[in-house]
């Protein structure tokens, strides 16, 4: 009752599908202007709500009345395929990467930066010659990945290039298939769920194999470190890594190794982590390489912070970099996403602020790039990207707030970002003193839309060496 606006459709079932998969962005502008917000349309046979700028708050100050991680269990059923359901642990992840990773940056600081050092360096280096790099979006998942390793399993496991390489690519060979068009679900909603995990489950398992190496490698160290828990007593001086904290858990049972559930909890931080701090790397990268009008200040910036800390970066210099955060901030909000964290009505219902009520189990979309693009925030060219606009506002690249929806918002606001930040700063810190970076063709490259979600452009990067 009192549902909003259905939006007019001519072929049942498939409704607005294909307008709102081929261009999303016209589509849901077109039905604003018509409808206002919220409205219903009809995707792969199921009535979804749509909100934007105006009521986009409104669903992610309630909490109580919506989950994110309802729509992601439907779209990307880990729950399935892994043998221990991350999305019931939700919290416990949400707490382990608020304590043990973001809020532990300090401590981590030295080995984030010589880790995202390592894979620049291993994979462009001295480059006395111009290096072309393919494949971005690869690389900088790999640079993510051996940080974003060594974290989860310590140093010495994030020395093996198998663990690394795991790390970088497992995200990849899942979303190939869990980014299928949910074509089943014309049938039935909860088909498509089905449909993509039977390969899964009956013995096709592209994860398999990773998480193969990650259990090889874990092995010998949580043995060593149960043996040295055992000789030491009070004296063993625990590990800073992710590893070290589930085995410090009440039910982690030293006798009798759940290595399955060590490498599941795992994994779900690489599907959290990975893609998501990889892609927005490539995305930086490319927006660089796309304003070369920045170029000059960014450097001098760079070079004065690496000059007054002697070339030792710490945490509070990577803080003075204040236009290379504004960069940032700028950079993700030209992310290109439409929509960012949809949600479930979890309760009976839900009652937006006008009166319309969208019932249990409706899958509403945030049409963020209208919070994104906000022109009464962002001003009449809030399109243009404007790199150091928050220069004077003083505001980080992961403070969010009720327009700057890249990480989410409210409770459930992705608690890495704190880190992804920095993983990016040092990133483009240590590029911009080292390389000068510019495409193969020479123009400025376009990201892809796929439905609602952008990927990175495909285009070659070349690097050279800077000359003093
Ligand atoms: C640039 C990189 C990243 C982006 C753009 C990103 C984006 C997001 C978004 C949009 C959400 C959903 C928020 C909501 O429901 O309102 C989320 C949740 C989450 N993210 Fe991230 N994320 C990034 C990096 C990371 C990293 C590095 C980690 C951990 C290693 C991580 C762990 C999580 C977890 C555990 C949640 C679930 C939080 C909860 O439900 O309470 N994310 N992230």
């Keep these: 009752k009192n549902e909003p606006p259905l939006v007019p459709y001519t072929v049942p079932v498939i409704g607005h599908t294909f307008s709102y998969f081929l261009n999303t962005e016209n589509f849901i502008k077109k039905c604003l202007k018509e409808y206002g917000e919220p409205f219903n349309i009809i995707i792969f046979g199921k009535v979804v709500t749509v909100v934007a700028q105006k009521y986009i708050p409104e669903m992610i100050k309630a909490h109580e009345n919506f989950s994110s991680i309802e729509v992601f269990r439907e779209l990307i059923p880990l729950h399935l395929i892994l043998g221990h359901d991350p999305f019931v642990n939700i919290d416990f992840h949400a707490k382990t990467t608020r304590e043990q990773i973001s809020g532990k940056l300090t401590l981590h600081f030295d080995r984030i930066q010589k880790d995202v050092l390592y894979y620049l360096d291993k994979q462009i280096g001295e480059c006395n010659k111009p290096k072309s790099v393919k494949e971005i979006w690869d690389f900088t998942n790999h640079v993510t990945a051996k940080s974003i390793a060594n974290i989860c399993m310590g140093e010495e496991a994030s020395q093996h290039d198998d663990v690394v390489h795991a790390f970088a690519v497992l995200t990849d060979d ?53 043996q ?33 559930c060590l490498s599941d909890l795992i994994a779900f931080m690489i599907f959290a982590g990975i893609g998501t701090t990889g892609r927005s790397l490539a995305n930086l990268l490319f927006d660089y390489v796309g304003n070369p009008q920045c170029w000059d200040e960014l450097y001098e910036e760079a070079s004065t912070i690496n000059k007054e800390c002697n070339g030792k970066l710490t945490l509070n210099d990577a803080n003075k970099m204040i236009k290379l955060e504004s960069f940032i901030r700028e ?30 189990g409706r899958h509403v979309l945030d049409f963020s790039e209208d919070s994104l693009f906000s022109e009464s925030v962002y001003g009449p060219d809030s399109k243009s990207f404007k790199p150091f606009q928050f220069v004077s506002k003083n505001v980080s690249a992961s403070k969010i707030d009720k327009t700057y929806l890249v990480f989410g918002g409210g409770r459930h606001a992705c608690p890495g970002r704190f880190y992804a930040v920095l993983v990016m700063k040092l990133f483009l810190y240590h590029v911009l003193l080292k390389y000068h970076v510019r495409t193969e063709s020479g123009n400025i490259p376009k990201k892809s839309m796929m439905g609602p979600f952008s990927v990175p452009s495909k285009e070659s990067l070349i690097f050279e060496r800077r000359k003093e």
């Design 228 to 260: 040295q828990k055992k000789i030491l007593g009070d004296s063993y001086e625990p590990s800073n890594d992710l590893l070290e904290f589930y085995m410090s858990q009440s039910d982690f049972d030293s006798s009798s190794v759940d290595y399955n």
């Design 174 to 226: 899942m979303n190939k298939f869990f980014f299928l068009p949910p074509i089943f679900s014309f049938i039935h909603p909860k088909l498509h769920e089905y449909v993509i995990s039977l390969p899964f489950l009956f013995g096709f398992n592209p994860i398999a194999k990773h998480q193969k190496v990650l259990i090889n490698r874990m092995k010998p160290i949580v043995e060593n470190r149960i």
């Design 331 to 360: 950079s993700f909000r030209h992310t290109g996403d439409m929509i960012i964290a949809p949600r479930a009505v979890t309760t009976d219902h839900f009652t937006f602020s006008n009166g319309f009520t969208v019932p249990k």
